[in-house]
């Protein structure tokens, strides 16, 4: 059942909103309450963690390959499995988000995903390793679907687009810290690779002391709520369907699911087409000191998600912000990827950081946007994991295309244009969503 009532976006008083519309000097982080802080700070974190716990993988894929003899193909094929186990964490997450409230299925992913990502570290053949990384695909598949819809539900609707900007920074962060890890730590086990990869895997533990946080200080979605409490007044819960799942398959909503999906699918291509090789591409060049790259990779990513879901405020909008960066992201490939120099492949990874990752910046905003509140955890959750499933291909396509002889920055450049090019034609084929209303 579908509820309209007036737009609910943050615990604010009505006093506290009108002394903000009155001072519209303020800079726009005088308009975020501590309540709006604390969820955006929970969910960041989580996502720094998640990227953490995935991204690590690239950096030690070399020595697993190694250590259980396998082709590059499986190695790719770790990767895969955990995107697409991705959709099935992301699907639950998100349904228990709908039903149960944002915050206790975001915990609860931050614990599973942190979990399997240390006893991934044990793992004594290529077949447990296997299962252990699908396992832990699907607590990183929850913290999506329950924690973009907690940020977005409580911070004012004008600026969506930023915090979801900042908030996909987290996921570079994480891809950071997992380059130090490997620089720093790896180096104090490089005596006995088949240990190093493992205590890079042991490292990720530490993130489930986080959720001991967010239970104590992060509130529930004040949309989420507002909605319950209305469903009770009109006796209405009883009507809602059981799985929120199946609403999203209905007919007003199953075009909005797919063509969601095929939106973020083509920017999971898009990502996966550079980023899960990449650091094999500079090692298999002989380059030991990634840090530089990396670095380079991951700040212009930062900058360019936070800046890019702040233009698509304006009059660019979601679409116009999207095409921009689906555009310029190919045209630093010549720099990122054939630079030769360390100075021009410096300044080709902070190009394709800032353009080609900058169309992530708009994502969590889109996502959310397209759905109402009675399935803003399941559709979002449903469509970004189901559209990472998509991409989860890619690692192993390219991997087996290098086993046929074909160089990987040749299939990463070909992989990131044709998927930018169905990007471009599955955003244009939606609609414009800035400035949404929440509706309750």
């Known amino acids: 059942m579908h509820i309209e009532s007036r737009h609910v976006n943050s615990p604010l008083d009505a006093a506290a909103r009108a002394t903000l519309e009155a001072t519209p000097a303020l800079p726009w982080y005088r308009h975020v309450s501590r309540e709006q802080w604390r969820a955006f700070w929970a969910v960041f974190l989580g996502w720094i963690v998640d990227s953490f716990d995935f991204n690590i993988l ?62 991934s570290g044990f793992a004594p053949s290529y077949a447990i390793l296997f ?66 990869w493992r205590a890079m895997f042991w490292v990720c533990i530490v993130p489930a002391l986080f959720t001991l946080w967010i239970r104590a200080r992060v509130t529930e979605s004040p949309v989420w709520l507002e909605r319950q409490r209305r469903l009770r007044e ?6 809602e369907p059981s799985l929120s799942l199946w609403r999203i398959f209905q007919g007003d909503l199953v075009g909005t699911t797919i063509q969601t999906t095929l939106v973020i699918g083509s920017f999971m291509c898009i990502y996966y087409s550079l980023n899960f090789w990449y650091p094999t591409v500079l090692r298999d060049a002989g380059r030991t000191n990634l840090l ?21 405020e304006g009059r660019l909008g979601r679409r116009g912000a999207f095409t921009a960066t689906l555009i310029l992201g190919p045209a630093s490939l010549p720099f990122f990827l054939y630079g030769g120099s360390t100075e021009a492949l410096i300044l080709g990874a902070v190009m394709m950081g800032f353009f080609g990752m900058g169309v992530w910046g708009m994502a969590p905003a889109y996502t959310v946007e397209r759905f109402p509140t009675e399935v803003r955890g399941v559709g979002p959750g449903f469509c970004y994991h189901a559209g990472s499933a998509i991409g989860a291909f890619m690692p192993y396509i390219l991997g087996a295309v290098q086993d046929r002889g074909i160089s990987a920055v040749n299939g990463m450049s070909a992989a990131m244009v044709t ?10 084929s939606g609609p414009e969503t800035r400035g949404r209303d929440f509706n309750v």
């Open 58 to 119: 690239a950096f030690i894929i070399i020595d697993i390959q190694k250590s259980f003899t396998v082709d590059r193909a499986l190695a790719g094929a770790l990767g895969t499995v955990t995107l697409i186990m991705r959709l099935v964490g992301g699907t639950v997450a998100g349904t228990m988000a709908d039903k149960w409230g944002r915050k206790l299925p975001l915990m609860l992913s931050v614990l599973w995903f942190s979990l399997f990502a240390f006893l």
């Open 131 to 196: 299962g252990l990384r699908a396992l832990f695909g699907l607590g990183m598949g929850g913290e999506w679907a329950a924690g973009m819809p907690l940020v977005l539900e409580h911070w004012p609707a004008r600026l969506r687009g930023l915090a979801s900007g900042l908030l996909l920074g987290g996921w570079y962060w994480g891809y950071l810290l997992s380059a130090a890890a490997f620089q720093f730590i790896y180096p104090l086990f490089s005596q006995s690779p088949d240990l190093a």
């Open 234 to 239: 009109t006796r209405a819960a009883a009507s």
């Open 292 to 312: 530089p790259f990396l670095a380079a990779f991951n700040a212009g990513a930062i900058l360019g998600t936070a800046t890019w879901g702040r233009l698509s």
């Open 419 to 428: 998927s930018a090019i169905l990007a471009g034609i599955a955003v244009w």
